[in-house]
């Protein structure tokens, strides 16, 4: 587990706290957005489709630490927008590292190597920068709709891993997504020392420019299943920094329901109900947000078209650390998934070397927009060429 020991305690005292307390719902994540403004416009987000004025505003330090200690929870995620924009970053960072939460920057890390050199941060176990990473260097720049991001990034990793800071990567996978590129990237990031990888599956937000991508229940298991399965090459070593419940519930191998309040929102606007990925209002206050929403109209099992397809971190990795601290047997999951995480499946396998012949990602976008056309290669394999256009 790219965890560590110490993180992993406060996590579980926390958990089983709040067991004994017999809390049903309790938050395990602050989702903290300080701002919506980025250094990006990539077309899968939601994020920075506000107008200017609203893009203008941001959180000030002390709402960030009032929200945190409102909120209780023994972990803080910063996203966005791009945290490193905001003026006052290092003293929230600062503030909530003295309040002892575990913290996770998430950023782009386009201004990573600046802040760093710039001595803005100082490496902490409390601190951790969770750097977007969706693929290898042609799929990420495409995914995030600008070319030289993924060099810059990996730049600011190598400089941050240098100075003894706790790194891990961030990546949500899309329709389209190639599962041997996947792979491939894992390998990457484990070679630039990276404490541990995050992954999730897209959401479908109302505000993505681009609504085309984002996968469906059956095709995120599949994705997953081609993508973590049969990792019997001693060479492959992968660490990934969340529940290994959570991983094989993207797998298919595992049932949970939702539980929106494992990470609740918090941003300019308030409380975001009911969950970071849904805006159905907001409440003033953490205690309203629990006390007033109606859960039972959120997640898989309420039949809600805005929750049948949604496998994200943010709504399943909370209800799979519940699972680990509900039970013996839960525990005991939770070791195996550890210690057994090679998951033969020749059917996976099988499925995966199909999928090495067809085009993914930015080449499987120029043939669905008709600019390139789906060729076999002497070898049998299948690429895309360009195809001619007449002016």
């Given amino acids: 587990m790219g965890v560590p020991i110490s993180q992993m305690w406060t996590v ?21 957005e300080p701002l919506f403004r980025c250094n990006l416009a990539c077309a899968g987000c939601g994020k920075i489709q506000y107008p200017a004025h609203i893009l203008r505003r941001q959180l000030t330090p002390q709402q960030c630490f009032d929200a945190a200690e409102e909120c209780g929870a023994p972990m ?42 710039a001595g803005l941060f100082k490496p902490s176990k409390f601190l951790t920068f969770s750097v977007h ?28 891993v240098k100075m003894g800071f706790r790194v891990t990567t961030n990546t949500t996978l899309f329709e389209g997504a190639d599962p041997g590129s996947v792979r491939a990237f894992f390998d990457e ?16 937000y109302d505000k993505a420019p681009d609504q085309s991508g984002f ?8 994705l997953f299943e081609m993508i973590l399965s049969n990792r019997r090459d001693g060479k492959r070593r992968w660490v990934f920094n969340q529940s290994p419940l959570f991983l094989e519930f993207l797998m298919g191998k595992r049932e949970y329901e939702c539980t929106p309040w494992g990470m609740p929102c918090y941003n ?5 109900k009911p969950c970071y990925l849904l805006q159905e209002g907001y409440a003033d206050s953490f205690r309203e947000l629990m006390d007033e929403t109606v859960w039972e109209n959120y ?9 049948a397809n949604c496998m994200v971190h943010s709504g399943y990795e909370a209800s799979a650390v519940d699972h680990t601290f509900s ?40 043939v669905q927009l008709g600019l390139a056309e789906d060729v076999e290669t002497a070898d049998g394999k299948r690429t895309y060429r360009l195809k001619q256009t007449v002016a």
Avoid at 189 to 204: K, N, Q, T
Avoid at 328 to 337: D, I, Y
Wanted: charged share 25%; with cysteine.
């Fill in 215 to 222: 996968l469906k229940r059956r095709e995120t298991n599949q």
């Fill in 12 to 32: 579980a005292k926390y958990v089983l706290g709040q067991k004994l307390q017999g809390r049903k719902r309790y938050p395990l994540v602050l989702m903290l």
């Fill in 268 to 272: 300019i606007f308030g409380w975001q």
């Fill in 327 to 366: 039970s013996f047997g839960g525990l005991f999951a939770t070791a195996k998934a550890i210690l057994f995480n090679t998951y033969a499946n020749p059917g996976a396998e099988t499925r995966l070397a199909d999928e090495a012949k067809k085009p993914h990602g930015p080449a499987k976008h120029l």
């Fill in 189 to 204: 990031m484990m070679a630039l020392g990276v404490e541990g990888m995050m992954l999730s599956p897209g959401y479908a």
């Fill in 133 to 160: 990473m969706d693929g290898q260097e042609e799929n990420h720049d495409f995914a995030v709709c600008r070319e030289g991001t993924y060099q810059k990034a990996v730049d600011g990793i190598r400089l941050a």
């Fill in 76 to 117: 803080v995620s910063i996203p966005g927008g791009e945290p490193l924009l905001h003026p006052d970053i290092k003293e929230i960072v600062e503030g909530l590292v003295a309040r002892g939460k575990y913290i996770y920057l998430c950023t782009n890390a386009l201004l990573l190597k600046e802040k760093l050199e």
């Fill in 299 to 307: 997640g898989h099992a309420s039949e809600n078209p805005k929750c």
